[in-house]
């Protein structure tokens, strides 16, 4: 999040690339809180939601959680 944020370098270009996309739907609120990019994130049309709330709307649309 703090690199799709920030706006520089060859990463952030790759997450500008994935937002207009459409991959990138949405960033956790509670990270982007805590490193104070929140009107960054939504300026780059990233909507922002609790991590929990977000797993739960996939999950109930059939999308299962694969952990390493």
Do not use: H, M, W
Not at 28 to 46: P, R, W
């Amino acid at each position: 999040e703090e690199y799709v944020a920030t706006g520089e370098g060859p990463i952030a270009e790759t997450f500008e690339t994935l937002i207009k996309s459409g991959a990138i739907d949405s960033a956790c609120s509670g990270i982007a809180k805590i490193y104070n990019i929140e009107e960054k994130l939504k300026e780059k049309g990233v909507e922002l939601f609790p991590f929990g709330e977000r797993l739960a709307k996939y999950i109930n649309e059939g999308y299962q959680v694969i952990t390493l």
